[in-house]
């Protein structure tokens, strides 16, 4: 079973890559280089996540995948824009990402910015343009996405992210920090899909439980992998933390409590969905899948 689950997340993140490269194209313009850019970060690797969540939460909602695909995409976009913007000297200072030059050292500082921001723009154009479900649901979906990227989510997470460099903080203020800067979008992406496609709302508090302990999980599997990891197969220097001066759960609680707190996340996680037909079913080895990444 859990092999068929695999190969559904695979052909999941497999349509999600192949919507990406047909809505984001190279054109034939003066400001080419722009989109080269953008193709470059947004197609250079990656697990597509959200984007499978994104389709999930259509799923569970009772849509199809093609009306989700709008929005999965656009979420893959603004985590794409997340990245660029995070690798930049102002910011993290990453050469290398998934195992390759990061956007400002294939192209340039400004080019990397700017290709951050027509991504931003453009998952929100792209929403508008190509949405396949009622209005009032696109909106609703919109106003999920753009939270969980604003101020009250991603970036409102980095900023704490970024205040806390050479600072040793606690436990409380990290859990918060990782809710914004990594959950925030991956709760999104879940919620998203699900308010899409029309929800029933009984179900919506028990998955944004799940996807908030998904995130923390997968927050704290990045933290262990960043000392443990195999740098081949994460495509980035390990360490990287530690050279930026950030707290992390490992350095909080430890490379072993740090496993044992990824395991109990993912299991609170699965069980809060298991018995919800097939797509709770998948989500609940989503869970577990994750807490057991190498990547």
Same mark, same amino acid.
């Given at each position: ?11 999941r993140a ?8 047909g ?10 280089k722009?989109?080269e850019?953008?193709r470059?970060s947004l ?7 959200r984007?499978v969540l994104c ?12 009306e ?8 893959e976009?603004?985590h ?5 913007h995070d690798?930049?000297?102002?910011m993290d ?17 400004a080019t ?10 453009g998952a929100?154009?792209l929403?508008?343009n190509? =949405?396949?479900?009622?209005a009032?649901n696109?909106?609703?979906?919109m106003?999920i996405i753009a ?8 970036i ?5 992210d970024?205040d ?9 203020r990290l ?6 800067k990594?959950g925030?979008l991956?709760s999104?992406a879940?919620?998203s899909g699900?308010?899409?496609c029309g ?5 919506e508090?028990?998955l ?21 990891g195999?740098e081949k ?6 360490k =990287? ?6 707290s992390?759960?490992?350095t909080l ?6 496993k ?16 919800m037909g ?5 989500l ?8 057991d990444r190498?990547f």
């Open positions: 079973m859990k092999e068929d689950f695999l190969q559904v997340f695979k052909e497999g349509t999600v890559e192949t919507a990406l490269d809505f984001v194209k190279v054109k034939d313009n003066y400001q080419s722009i989109y850019a953008m470059y197609l250079g690797g990656g697990k597509r996540l984007g389709i999930c939460g259509a799923r569970m909602a009772g849509g199809k995948q093609e989700a695909l709008p929005f999965a995409c656009a979420i976009m603004i794409a824009y997340s990245l660029i690798d930049l000297p102002a200072n990453d050469d290398i990402r998934r195992g390759k030059p990061t956007c400002h050292k294939a192209f340039d500082e990397a910015i700017l290709a951050g921001d027509a991504l931003l723009n929100f154009e929403i508008m190509e =949405s396949r479900v009622s009032s696109t909106l609703a979906a106003k939270g969980g990227a604003g101020t009250e989510g991603m409102g997470g980095q900023v704490m970024i806390a460099e050479h600072t040793q903080i606690g436990s409380e859990r918060q920090l990782h809710k914004l990594t925030a991956i999104a879940l919620m699900y308010s899409a929800g029933d709302v009984k179900n508090e028990t944004r439980e799940y996807a908030e302990k998904i995130g923390l999980a997968f927050q704290v599997v990045d933290d262990i992998l960043d000392v443990q195999d197969t994460l495509g980035k220097p390990l =990287s933390d530690e050279k930026n001066g950030k992390t759960f490992v609680n430890g490379v072993e409590k740090s044992m707190l990824a395991r109990t996340l993912s299991g609170e996680a699965a069980s809060l969905v298991k018995d097939e797509e709770g079913a998948f609940a080895w989503l869970a577990e899948y994750l807490s190498k």
